[in-house]
């Protein structure tokens, strides 16, 4: 058995974002800051108490700790972490911070994402940034085995995946459709949102453009601008701070076995699931002590609406295979048994490598989502699969 | 149009010390997966160590050939000028006999007849004088 040492002993006190734009007209650095001292005034501390930041990384991070710093004035830091692979490190981001806490290594945490992922460096069109006169594939490696037959991006590696699924469970576009279809809707009513009071129908999903055959424009993340940032810190002290505690209840990491290669990991048994994904729920269950049905709301990582389908199975919401009824019917929505990225997740509301997740899992323990479950008590959060990924239970009394 | 632009040519891998191996077999149109000599067993991308027995003895084991489509994915936007005026183009994942998955592209076969299961077999692509890349095309009876 997984140690419970971490369960409730930290919690997130605060909570910070910048807006969400397509063209920020500012460095990250400064979006980093901002998001940082809003999480700090939603908490009620002065930057200067920070004594710990963790922060993830992956290709293109241009914000670090010296900085920080620098612009924040912190002079008695004494944990630093970092945590590798970008959108599936945002949960362990927070986790870290919290065993610092537990384990009297630091007091209060700060822990951020910020990026100009529209206006800059833009995932979505990986070659292109690199100009024609680049023939050879770049690092890492693995790229290698990939660029030569035009699979560059994301969206290209997850139809595989998606194609997979449907052939082996009959898995059609309209399932797929329904996680775009939630997510819009609940971005409808969130104004921070890059899609409020723009919800779309199922004949607006299967009519949009398809991007890489199965995978439609609906089904994609969003490219932003922007920051996130929460504040950390121990669950007693979180108590006497501006706004009721999110607890964290569990926190957990998972890679699954060899074969992991990022979305890429098409030598593993099945690639109608995320190996890593499963493993780290199941610890992650496991340290929280609770079950599937336990679970109120849940924010899961949208990289692509496809593999949220994937997720819910491989995360034991479903049997194998099940995904597709599973999100039929509303079931994720807003008033049905387990809605869904309540903020409209990366794909309606900002793709800020998923700490919009963290946030908005610490609204609905709140009680202050612009989707808000009623009497939510504990909230799962997930960050990227195809990638060593981590997932955290936020939960509202200990 | 009076300017005359060179076409664009198809990326190429990266050639490292720990794959070079691979494409140097496929430079000499042999289809090979890393094995381990002690277990025996296959791994794909090319590393170091077998991660079942931590051997680091391996062979470059020749494939058939032959295999079948695992999953494929058709693209509509390139991302790079050498699938300009190329596009819907396939990516397939190649389940070879020998059981190791491999991402390629299928030739001679139009993109509204690729099938999961569908049986391919090799065939070469000569991108430059060091590379050469396993390209599949639909087996004929």
Redo the contacts between chains.
Sequence with gaps: MKARALQNKAAIAGIGCTDFSRDSGRTEYQLALEAAVAACRDAGISPHEIDCITLSSYQSETVDEAELVNGLGMKNLSYLGLVGHGGGAGCAVVGHAALAIATGMAETALCLRALNSRSEFRYGQFDKNRGEENLEAPVPWFYSFLHPYGFFTPAQWAAFWARRHMHEYGTTAEHFGAIAVAARKHAARNPAARFYRQPITMQDYLDCRMVVDPIRLFDCCLETDGACAVIVTSAERARDLAHRPAYIRAMAQGTGGPGLFPITAFNRERITGMEETARMGDFLFAMADLRREDIDVAQLYDHFGPLVLLSLEDLGFCARGEGGPFVEGGRIELGGDLPINTHGGLVAEAYIHGFNHIVEGVRQVRGTSTAQVEGAEHVLVTSADGVPTSGLILSRST | MTSERPR?????????R??HGYWEHLRRHELVIQRCTQCRTY???PRPMC?ECHSLDFEWARMSGRGAI????????P?????NGKT??N?V?VELEEG??????LVDCPNDLIR?GMPVTVVWED?SEE?S?PMFRPETA
């Excluded at chain 2, 664009?8 to 490292?16: C, G, I, S, T, Y």
């Excluded at chain 2, 991302?79 to 699938?83: A, T, V």
């Design positions: 664009a040519r198809r990326p190429v891998p990266k050639l490292e720990d794959t791994r794909h991308h991660p695992y999953t494929y994915a058709l693209v509509n936007q991302l790079h000028p050498f699938w819907p183009y990516v994942l190791v998955r491999i991402v390629s592209n999961i991108v590379i890349l």
